[in-house]
């Protein structure tokens, strides 16, 4: 079974800086890709930011720069680096893993971190 520990949330001025961590614990998994969806109230929970161990990564249009992922393998732990925030980034942050996990593959999510952006 994997475990997601998310911390680095909390509530930070408009042009402010964040920095988000996501350990996975557990045995045997294989890490597939890591990485965060973002859901506000009333919308659709959406990708922020992906990462493979192989360091590729893949971020949602509206991060345009702001926002910088990386991963260390051996550590397990994602990190979401998110500078120049803005209101609309105020939302519940979740990390995920992807894994495989004896034979099979699987996503597992964090309980949700809040980052509220706000003066």
């Known amino acids: 079974q994997v475990q997601l520990v998310e911390s680095g949330g909390g509530l930070v001025q408009p042009g402010g800086s964040l920095r988000l961590s996501c350990v996975a614990s557990?045995?045997?998994?294989?890490?597939?890709?890591m990485g965060w969806y973002r859901q506000a109230p009333g919308k659709e929970r959406e990708l922020v930011a992906a990462?493979?161990?192989?360091?590729?990564?893949n971020y949602g249009l509206f991060v345009k720069g702001r926002f910088t992922i990386s991963m260390s393998n051996t550590e397990n732990t994602v990190y979401l680096q998110m500078n120049s925030l803005k209101p609309e980034d105020t939302a519940v942050y979740y990390c995920?893993?992807?894994?495989?996990?004896?034979?099979?593959?699987?996503?597992?999510w964090g309980q949700g971190t809040q980052v509220s952006v706000s003066s």
């Open positions: 557990g045995s045997d998994f294989v890490i597939n890709g």
């Open positions: 990462i493979a161990p192989g360091g590729g990564t």
């Open positions: 995920y893993l992807h894994a495989k996990i004896l034979n099979d593959y699987a996503m597992n």
